[in-house]
């Protein structure tokens, strides 16, 4: 099916270790973004980009890094992991340009840090 | 800085009532208005959107309702039923990635 897929669906790891979110898309979309989503926070913007080899900081970027080499993938790096970094993850994406400007988002990955 | 202001937080709505979500925003520069559907465990589906240039736009049940002077716009939905219970999110954007309100938990019940 076309849209965003995450993974993995579930992680928990512990305080200081580091791992990868991946995000796909087969969309052919040049925004891709990533959210995180807390109880009562709504979605909150950590890293975008608008095509590969371009990014830039959202809203929450420390403790995030990102990088776009190809149109399809936006993999989200957690360097050194710390329990406020629990949260479900979402990717998204959509066209950069057009009437259709809506975000197709992931199914979210469920992180937690102990 | 909250950029988009979503009210009320939750909202409890009699099936077939009619349930209304409040947002405003304070960018001028923002021109395109959705409305995101989540369910538990879920990623937010897109709803319906809005862009400046019209009062309102209606789609099966949902209508937008876009106040451009009052930098406000509102969801309603008609007929409420048990299977719209989800969390809503406004949202907006201009030059710039999507902005989101915190969202509104809907429970409709019979």
């Known amino acids: 099916n076309a849209g965003v897929t995450q993974t993995p669906k579930f992680q928990v790891l512990k305080t200081g270790q580091s791992m990868t979110l991946q995000c796909a898309q087969d969309?052919?979309?040049?925004?891709m973004s990533w959210y995180r989503q807390d109880p009562g926070m709504g979605l909150r913007l950590i890293h975008y980009?608008?095509?590969?080899?371009?990014?830039d900081q959202g809203e929450v970027p420390n403790g995030y890094n990102v990088s776009r080499s190809t149109t399809e993938d936006f993999p989200l790096r957690l360097l050194s992991a710390a329990p406020s970094q629990t949260s479900v993850y979402f990717c998204?994406?959509?066209?950069?340009?057009?009437?259709?400007?809506?975000?197709?988002f992931g199914s979210g990955t469920r992180l937690t840090v102990v | 800085q909250q950029q988009v202001k979503q009210s009320p937080q939750s909202l409890i709505v009699q099936k077939g009532g009619i349930s209304i979500i409040n947002c405003a925003y304070e960018?001028?520069?923002?021109?395109?208005f959705p409305w995101y559907q989540q369910f538990p465990g879920k990623g937010p589906a897109l709803l319906i959107a809005?862009?400046?240039?019209?009062s309102e736009k209606k789609e099966g049940r949902f209508t937008i309702s876009f106040n451009k002077s009052a930098k406000q716009f509102s969801l309603h939905i008609m007929d409420s039923q048990p299977g719209d219970s989800a969390t809503y999110f406004c949202?907006?954007?201009?030059?710039?990635?999507?902005?989101f309100g915190k969202g509104t938990r809907l429970s409709v019940i019979a």
């Open positions: 998204a994406s959509s066209p950069l340009y057009g009437t259709g400007n809506g975000y197709t």
């Open positions: 969309m052919n979309h040049e925004y």
């Open positions: 980009s608008v095509g590969a080899g371009i990014t």
């Open positions: 960018n001028t520069a923002f021109d395109y």
């Open positions: 809005i862009r400046p240039d019209v």
């Open positions: 949202a907006a954007r201009g030059n710039t990635p999507l902005v």
